[in-house]
């Protein structure tokens, strides 16, 4: 989920929940634990909340090497 946020630079969760065989709350834990975190921040348009990464976030995880192609 982190990487496809940070990938993108912002997915509504709609978005992020196609990608999963997973139900809607449980993608929305993950996504509360990532916020709770510190790595992601949501922002709520309509019906959606849209998530991107925080700065510390990029800073932090994007040498990972998961993140690394």
Known sequence: MMQMIVEAGE???CD???HFEL????????LKLL?????????????????RSTTHALSTVVDHPVFVK
């Open 11 to 13: 997915l509504c969760a």
């Open 16 to 18: 992020i929940e196609r």
């Open 23 to 30: 139900s809607q709350p449980t993608i929305s834990h993950h």
């Open 35 to 51: 916020r709770n975190a510190g790595l992601i921040v949501g922002e709520r348009r309509g019906t959606w909340i849209y998530y």
